[in-house]
């Protein structure tokens, strides 16, 4: 095993939002991969996930990305953008020419480094026709970076399993435990390790809703997510403001 240390950077994808542990905390994609890195590598194994939910591409960098490469660990993964293109603030030319910076960084110590290109989450959500550019924007820098870097590129946009509801919460913008799996199968396969072969299995599609009930249902989501999201971006909040990293340092894994 190559990587005895491995550093999770990012925001909610990264933190393991809609996939609790039973003490309510979350497990996510990062937290199954570093549980089976550490079963290849033994006791030495160490990992940190910094990443926090809500935050922007600029608070990564500043906060996550220092305190990362000062680890030195083996491995590190890097998520972000996918905040920022939700909001109306969006700057997408200086987020492409920062992401080629900050994965120059990550690399400049010989850590190997995991990027992603995301998911089509936008199938799901309104403003499709404002923010599916941008979203192909952030996949298309990510893509050209990691060539240019030399990263590993896992490619969730092209995987179309990824239309599932079945892979996503009910707030239809993070993964469910399904979905975390999935990724994390992803991810090992694309490092040469193997993982568990239920993750990278597909759930079944729902059968088809009625019309009215689809609506009602949307009605309940806009009520219990988009109403409360649209709320925090006019006062300034995010969901993530008095949340702090759960793996703040390195630490051994434990299940």
Same mark, same amino acid.
């Given at each position: ?31 199954? $991969? ?14 940190? #996930? ?10 990564? $960098? ?76 952030? #996949? ?116």
């Amino acid at each position: 095993m190559r990587w005895r240390s491995f550093v999770a950077v990012g925001d909610s994808f990264t933190e393991g939002m809609d996939d609790p542990y039973p003490d309510g905390s979350y497990r996510g994609w990062a937290d199954l $991969v570093a549980t089976r890195l550490a079963a290849e590598a033994g006791p030495e194994f160490r990992y940190a #996930n910094l990443a926090i939910r809500g935050r922007l591409f600029p608070n990564i $960098v500043a906060e996550q990305v220092p305190a990362a490469v000062a680890m030195k660990p083996d491995l590190i993964s890097f998520a972000a953008g996918g905040n920022d293109v939700l909001r109306r603030t969006f700057d997408p030319d200086s987020l492409v020419a920062r992401f080629d910076d900050v994965v120059r960084k990550l690399r400049s110590g010989g850590a190997d480094v995991i990027l992603f290109r995301f998911a089509d989450v936008m199938a799901r959500l309104p403003g499709q026709r404002l923010v599916a550019p941008r979203v192909q924007l952030l #996949n298309q820098v990510v893509g050209e970076t990691a060539e240019r870097h030399g990263a590993i590129l896992v490619d969730l946009y092209a995987d179309d399993t990824y239309l599932n509801p079945m892979l996503w919460s009910t707030d239809r913008l993070h993964l469910s435990p399904a979905g975390h799996r999935r990724v994390a199968g992803q991810v090992l396969t694309a490092l040469g390790v193997g993982c568990d072969e239920e993750w990278l299995m597909v759930p079944q599609n729902p059968a088809p809703t009625p019309w009215l009930a689809a609506r009602a249902a949307d009605l309940r989501w806009a009520g219990q997510h988009l109403a409360p999201w649209i709320k925090r971006r006019l006062t300034g909040r995010s969901s993530g403001d008095t949340v702090t990293a759960k793996r703040p340092v390195l630490g051994p894994v434990s299940d």
